[in-house]
């Protein structure tokens, strides 16, 4: 038998008779496996070459990645990541146990594609009831992979290349790539603090600003409320001056609501879609991982008129196709025993909230104490606190934020995890968030008396 070396020498050589000659044992086999060794190497070598598609260079950096690893590798106590460390609804878990191991064989495989017949009449009833308007549930009704998937369908759906997108800041950061990817321009509008700001209502939209976002190109504007990592509820006169902007310039609103539930007393929610001449131009989006503390479960929703949810529906068809079946009969069940209870004691959409004022009280009078001046929210499950009176070093040679420079340190020498906020707003304005660290609250008693205990070594 040759050996490769043998074999790669004889390749650089002219396979004349003079060569065969010298080597009588030389077969058509050799040859071929000469040919072989060569084909499988100039293969490795053209796939060396490939990379990422051109349209998702650059989109690889994520605020999640590298500050959830940071938070495992260093055991530190997780304020960071939006998720309870606490049990979902145990009722909920015996709906999905009761699904899994229905009699029914088809509960196990797949249901309709755009969402499961139970769950998309649950939504109609519930978003019925509160949009004030009766929603067809087979047409304008889309059930997704978390809310992740309908904001995905709806800028993937209905954003065209060269289409502006509004963006207000502070942003959930998705929103920015999927923008990008679908071939829009992001144009970035800020809520600004007020002097000396204490909670979320000192963060305003500047209306003559706001006002000159719009133009010929404006397709859509993407509003989180109430706003992550902000925690802001937007007003009625807020989201009139938004509505009207919207229908002056014939411009769609992407209604990003997951944390629809969560509202603090004295705020009242307030639905865009339900706002005169809105219903036409607005996809709600909702998040049954946030409603039910299940984040898990990744189901989502979006709710529009039909001839937008065509957009949506073209996406998801051709991606995820449908969602699993189990956990939207779970989720049905939850929609349809909540509402019946709403109004009661016992409602988890209501009572939640009512648990996580609390916490928010707790967390915002400690670190008052300690010289982190919160920004008392009124809705959401975050709360960002003032870090830029730690006298500290926690310079780490790099280039980036004072805040994420500030919550490595944070993390790695007090052991609490939290989350750097300038990842929410555009490059432009990284500045308004880099003074503060973003803190989530919706977890255990115990993990937050934890991490306030160590933050209080801050103060020492």
Same mark, same amino acid.
């Given at each position: 038998?040759?050996?490769?070396?043998?074999?790669?020498?004889?390749?650089?050589?002219?396979?004349?008779?003079?060569?065969?000659?010298?080597?009588?044992?030389?077969?058509?086999?050799?040859?071929?496996?000469?040919?072989?060794?060569?084909?499988?190497?100039?293969?490795?070598?053209?796939?060396?070459?490939?990379?990422?598609?051109?349209?998702?260079?650059g989109l690889d950096k994520n605020v999640w990645v590298e500050f959830s690893a940071l938070a495992a590798e260093t055991k530190?106590?997780?304020?960071?990541?939006?998720?309870?460390?606490?049990?979902?609804?145990?009722?909920?878990?015996?709906?999905?146990?009761?699904?899994?191991?229905?009699?029914?064989?088809?509960?196990?495989?797949?249901?309709?594609?755009?969402?499961?017949?139970?769950?998309?009449?649950?939504?109609?009833?519930?978003?019925?009831?509160?949009?004030?308007?009766?929603?067809?549930?087979?047409? %304008?009704?889309?059930? $997704? !992979? &978390?809310?992740? /998937?309908?904001? +995905?369908?709806?800028?993937?759906?209905?954003?065209?290349? @060269?289409?502006?997108?509004?963006?207000?800041?502070?942003?959930?950061?998705?929103?920015?790539?999927?923008?990008?990817?679908?071939?829009?321009?992001?144009?970035?509008?800020?809520?600004?603090?007020?002097?000396?700001?204490?909670?979320?209502?000192?963060?305003?939209?500047?209306?003559?600003?706001?006002?000159?976002?719009?133009?010929?190109?404006?397709?859509?504007?993407?509003?989180?409320?109430?706003?992550?990592?902000?925690?802001?509820?937007?007003?009625?006169?807020?989201?009139?001056?938004?509505?009207?902007?919207?229908?002056?310039?014939?411009?769609?609103?992407?209604?990003?609501?997951?944390?629809?539930?969560?509202?603090?007393?004295?705020?009242?929610?307030?639905?865009?879609?339900?706002?005169?001449?809105?219903? %036409?131009?607005?996809? $709600? !989006? &909702?998040?049954? /991982?946030?409603? +039910?503390?299940?984040?898990?479960?990744?189901?989502?929703? @979006?709710?529009?008129?039909?001839?937008?949810?065509?957009?949506?529906?073209?996406v998801h068809q051709h991606s995820v196709y449908c969602c699993p079946t189990p956990l939207q009969e779970a989720v049905a069940?939850?929609?349809?025993?909540?509402?019946?209870?709403?109004?009661?004691?016992?409602?988890?959409?209501?009572?939640?909230?009512?648990?996580?004022?609390?916490?928010?009280?707790?967390?915002?009078?400690?670190?008052?104490?300690?010289?982190?001046?919160?920004?008392?929210?009124?809705?959401?499950?975050?709360?960002?606190?003032?870090?830029?009176?730690?006298?500290?070093?926690?310079?780490?040679?790099?280039?980036?934020?004072?805040?994420?420079?500030?919550?490595?340190?944070?993390?790695?020498?007090?052991?609490?995890?939290?989350?750097?906020?300038?990842?929410?707003?555009?490059?432009?304005?990284?500045?308004?968030?880099?003074?503060?660290?973003?803190?989530c609250i919706i977890k255990e008693e115990s993990t937050l008396e934890k991490g306030l205990e160590l933050l209080k070594t801050?103060?020492?």
């Amino acid at each position: 038998m040759l050996s490769r070396s043998t074999v790669n020498f004889l390749s650089n050589c002219r396979l004349n008779c003079k060569i065969v000659s010298c080597f009588p044992y030389l077969t058509r086999n050799h040859i071929q496996v000469k040919h072989q060794v060569n084909s499988v190497h100039d293969q490795k070598v053209k796939m060396s070459s490939y990379g990422p598609a051109k349209r998702i260079v650059g989109l690889d950096k994520n605020v999640w990645v590298e500050f959830s690893a940071l938070a495992a590798e260093t055991k530190a106590v997780n304020l960071g990541q939006g998720f309870p460390d606490f049990a979902t609804p145990a009722y909920m878990i015996e709906a999905l146990k009761e699904a899994t191991t229905h009699a029914n064989p088809l509960m196990n495989q797949y249901t309709r594609a755009f969402g499961h017949t139970r769950l998309v009449n649950a939504l109609a009833a519930l978003y019925g009831k509160f949009q004030n308007r009766t929603i067809e549930p087979t047409k %304008e009704i889309l059930v $997704t !992979i &978390g809310a992740y /998937g309908s904001l +995905f369908n709806s800028i993937m759906g209905l954003v065209n290349p @060269g289409d502006e997108v509004i963006i207000i800041e502070p942003f959930f950061d998705c929103y920015k790539p999927m923008v990008l990817l679908a071939g829009g321009v992001p144009k970035y509008i800020p809520l600004k603090p007020r002097e000396n700001a204490e909670s979320t209502k000192d963060w305003i939209l500047d209306p003559i600003e706001f006002a000159a976002m719009f133009n010929d190109k404006t397709k859509m504007i993407i509003v989180n409320n109430p706003n992550n990592p902000l925690g802001k509820v937007f007003t009625k006169d807020e989201l009139t001056m938004i509505a009207e902007l919207c229908k002056k310039h014939n411009v769609i609103c992407i209604s990003d609501e997951v944390y629809e539930w969560m509202i603090y007393t004295g705020n009242k929610h307030e639905r865009i879609a339900s706002y005169p001449g809105m219903w %036409e131009r607005t996809i $709600t !989006i &909702g998040s049954a /991982g946030k409603t +039910f503390s299940a984040t898990g479960w990744k189901l989502g929703w @979006g709710i529009g008129p039909e001839n937008l949810m065509k957009g949506l529906r073209v996406v998801h068809q051709h991606s995820v196709y449908c969602c699993p079946t189990p956990l939207q009969e779970a989720v049905a069940v939850g929609l349809e025993t909540e509402l019946a209870r709403f109004g009661q004691p016992d409602c988890y959409l209501t009572s939640l909230a009512e648990e996580l004022e609390e916490k928010r009280n707790k967390v915002c009078k400690v670190l008052h104490e300690i010289g982190l001046e919160p920004i008392v929210p009124d809705g959401g499950y975050f709360i960002l606190a003032d870090v830029s009176k730690i006298n500290v070093d926690f310079d780490d040679g790099t280039s980036d934020t004072r805040d994420y420079k500030f919550v490595r340190w944070l993390t790695k020498n007090v052991g609490v995890a939290t989350i750097p906020p300038s990842a929410f707003f555009s490059d432009d304005h990284k500045y308004i968030g880099e003074k503060y660290i973003r803190i989530c609250i919706i977890k255990e008693e115990s993990t937050l008396e934890k991490g306030l205990e160590l933050l209080k070594t801050l103060n020492k």
